[in-house]
């Protein structure tokens, strides 16, 4: 009686249908005793134990239904109901019928929640049947064994009164060996939305569809002059080839009337497949990529269907929020990664030729805090987008309340409604969580608008990433909600902009509200001291290239999709990703290095010593310091000093020797070392050590090669005067010769007494006479005079 009262129009419960028939029989005893001996009626206890039995062997029968149409029917309509019924007991059931049953009229979100909890709980009420007509007969169902169902009812015989969900149960009744009564065996619960009529408010309902994929690109570019891009899997083609799950999105929701909510990244990726690109092959090894018609298609395909579509976009990479409030802000550079994504984003244009929308923030299932709306603003967006099963009400509203809260500083938080959101989580794969899924998101809609007269603005934000099996779902509910009377669409900027309720609430929740099942999975602070070391070392590599944009745009993205909120719960594919692009990228600095010396050995008081700087890049360096030291001063100097610097420019490819000069002061080993700087004073790569020996000239021994050159001028003097006095010998003996007649007539002019070398030429070097003349006399005439 109370369950009657609770619930006007239900039927008598399975037990009860027993108990009155067994009273009914009894009833008729008295009339039979004098004919027939029957046996003693059980005890009640007895009777109690039967009962239980019954309710022990429910549920023995799954009932599933695979299509509900139309799923919002309206006067005139047939609802039409099919599925199948399967045994899972073990015992046979016999004169088993599936039939329809009708509940009561659900005023609440709460209480279409709780029969959706126990959608197949028999002993829960599922209402009168309707009519036998309208059932399918079975014989038998043997264990095992499943059986098609098809109900067919005229809307005007379900007896549909106000506007609003009733509930809709398709229940099968049978009997057992063990328990051989008609009992319901099996049941599914399911919604069925009753709004014949155009309401006179309609619920404006926002519907964002999400383009967000996992990360594929790498940092990694080839050498060529296209950059030919390095992606870590091929995966990103198969969700965009036919059938796949982002060609599902696009071709689900290019006829609905949806708002766009994109990553940058997925496009900027498929755009760079159109083109040549890399994907792994067998070890280190890349092989081109094959899929550039899949990817033009499918990009043209996405232009199509956002034309005169709302699209917003996120932040490149699509950044997590809420790990970058929580665990990254405290690391230096993190918020500038943020700003920087957000900027990006702005690029979306030029790929699908409509303007986007860029001042929108989404946390993770739009659980936000304080500190994560600090963030999301941090980078210029003023719109946050919350979900209601975290920015709770708290003011006791009997209904649910608008989108858009002001939240201060300028900012509105747009509460998405949490039970539309999540209505087509979990696998949607098999018809009937489909289509109950479906059914149960109509309901909810009528629901929230039947619950005031007042026009509200209601967002549904699913989840990010759906299957395509969740995408055509959806595609579903919001193709029946659109062609319904109770809601209108409305683009997500126009319901942030809507009127908010004075009543709703506008505080944000705290951090310790904040889901510990979602922050298990947030980003660590390891992860974002990473990306800052990586952007360290790029800051200091780009300065010294010809063309920064090579490096620094590839380098730049990757770091953005290092935040992504798809690396969540993935922390050790995350931490691969991350390394694979700082390691990348010291790979890169390493290839502008010097080159290593051995021992220079220095003779003399100064020379030259070169020092040979490498660029394997393929474009040049330039902007470089070369910095040549000597640890030991006093021994060797260079350049004059402890140190030199020269400035270095190299072109992609080639090598170049920068030459310093050195001056020895002292004899022995000198360390150098030689190390490059960048033109603000910071080292660039590993510096070169090396020896030189010095061996220095003392005057000692110039004094001995001195001497032995002065040793060798006088040996060579003395041979010459030696030759000399030679050829004066020779001249004496003609002289003295009879045969000679010009040496005759010489006798006959001189003196008696005379010496014949007086009158000879003196010669040079000749040693002066010892003694004086014999003849002091001036000479007479015709005598020779050496003056």
């Not at 019954?54 to 919002?72: H, N, R």
């Not at 050590?689 to 220095?696: A, G, I, P, Q, R």
Request: charged residues 20%.
């Amino acid at each position: 009686m109370a369950e009657a009262a609770d619930f006007q129009g239900t039927s008598p419960s399975p037990a009860r249908r027993w108990l009155r028939r067994t009273g009914a029989l009894f009833a008729g005893v008295p009339l039979l005793t004098g004919l027939v001996q029957l046996p003693a009626a059980p005890p009640a206890d007895a009777a109690g134990a039967d009962a239980s039995q019954a309710a022990s062997g429910a549920g023995s029968v799954s009932v599933s239904v695979d299509t509900l149409t139309p799923g919002a029917p309206a006067e005139g309509d047939t609802v039409t109901v099919s599925g199948t019924v399967t045994n899972k007991g073990k015992q046979t059931v016999t004169d088993a019928h599936v039939g329809l049953h009708v509940g009561p009229l659900l005023n609440t979100r709460s209480s279409i929640d709780s029969v959706a909890k126990n959608s197949t709980d028999v002993q829960s009420s599922i209402g009168p049947e309707v009519g036998d007509k309208y059932s399918e007969e079975f014989a038998e169902l043997t264990p095992g064994v499943s059986q098609s169902f098809t109900l067919s009812v005229p809307v005007d015989k379900l007896d549909l009164g106000q506007d609003g969900v009733y509930q809709l149960a398709v229940a099968l009744s049978g009997e057992t060996s063990d328990q051989p009564w008609e009992q319901t065996l099996g049941v599914q619960h399911t919604f069925l939305p009753w709004q014949p009529d155009e309401a006179g408010t309609k619920t404006k309902t926002t519907f964002m569809w999400p383009l967000i994929s996992t990360v594929h690109m790498t940092a990694e570019t080839g050498s060529d002059e296209q950059q030919t891009p390095v992606f870590h899997d091929d995966d990103l083609a198969k969700e965009i080839s036919p059938g796949g799950r982002l060609d599902r999105m696009v071709a689900l929701g290019k006829d609905l009337d949806v708002t766009w909510v994109i990553d940058p990244d997925l496009l900027a990726s498929v755009e760079a497949m159109t083109d040549r690109y890399e994907v792994p092959g067998e070890g280190d090894d890349t092989v081109v990529g094959g899929h550039q018609s899949v990817a033009k298609r499918w990009l043209t395909e996405v232009q199509k269907a956002v034309t005169d579509k709302e699209v917003v976009v996120l932040p490149f990479g699509d950044p997590d929020l809420a790990s970058l409030a929580h665990n990254g802000t405290s690391v230096t550079g993190s918020l500038g990664h943020l700003k920087e994504a957000t900027d990006v984003a702005r690029t979306v244009e030029a790929i699908l030729h409509v303007k986007p929308v860029t001042d929108f923030a989404w946390p993770v299932n739009g659980a936000v805090d304080p500190s994560i709306v600090k963030v999301a603003t941090s980078a210029g967006a003023d719109k946050v987008i919350a979900r209601s099963d975290t920015f709770k009400e708290t003011g006791g509203l009997s209904y649910t309340p608008s989108a858009p809260r002001p939240i201060g500083g300028g900012t509105t938080a747009v509460v998405a409604d949490a039970r539309l959101s999540t209505a087509f989580q979990g696998d949607m794969t098999k018809a009937s969580t489909s289509t109950l899924a479906v059914q149960r998101f109509l309901a909810q809609s009528l629901t929230l608008g039947l619950q005031t007269g007042q026009q509200r603005s209601v967002v549904v934000a699913p989840q990010r990433t759906p299957s395509a099996s969740q995408a055509q779902t959806m595609a579903e509910a919001l193709t029946l909600l659109q062609d319904g009377t109770w809601s209108e669409s409305q683009g997500l900027t126009a319901a942030a902009g809507a009127e908010p309720d004075p009543a709703a609430t506008t505080k944000v929740p705290p951090a310790s509200a904040y889901p510990s099942s979602l922050r298990k999975h947030e980003l660590p602070r390891t992860t974002f001291e990473q990306i800052g070391r990586t952007q360290a070392k790029l800051d200091k590599f780009k300065v010294i290239l010809s063309d920064q944009s090579r490096v620094v745009t590839p380098f730049g993205r990757a770091l953005n999709r290092s935040m992504s909120v798809s690396w969540r719960g993935r922390q050790s594919e995350a931490a691969i990703y991350r390394s694979g692009i700082e390691s990348y990228l010291d790979t890169l600095i390493g290839q502008v290095r010097l080159i290593d010396k051995s021992e220079t050995k220095l003779s003399g008081r100064s020379a030259t010593i070169p020092v040979t700087v490498q660029n394997n890049l393929v474009q040049g360096v330039e902007h470089l310091v070369l910095r040549l030291t000597s640890t030991n001063p006093t021994r060797l100097e260079i350049g004059g000093d402890a140190y030199e610097e020269q400035p270095v420019a190299v072109s992609g490819g080639h090598s170049q020797s920068v030459k310093f000069t050195t001056s020895a002061n002292a004899n022995g080993r000198a360390t150098v070392v030689a190390q490059l700087y960048t033109q603000d004073g910071q080292r660039y790569g590993e510096p070169v050590t090396f020896d030189v020996k010095v061996t220095e000239i003392t005057a000692t021994v110039m004094l001995v090669i001195g001497g032995g050159v002065l040793l060798l001028v006088l040996a060579g003097f003395r041979m010459y005067t030696q030759r000399k006095r030679a050829a004066a010998r020779e001249a004496d003996e003609d002289a003295d010769d009879p045969q000679n007649p010009e040496a005759a007539g010489e006798r006959l002019t001189r003196e008696p007494g005379t010496d014949a070398r007086a009158d000879a030429p003196e010669q040079p070097g000749d040693p002066a006479p010892d003694t004086a003349p014999e003849n002091a006399d001036p000479s007479g005439t015709g005598e020779r005079v050496d003056r």
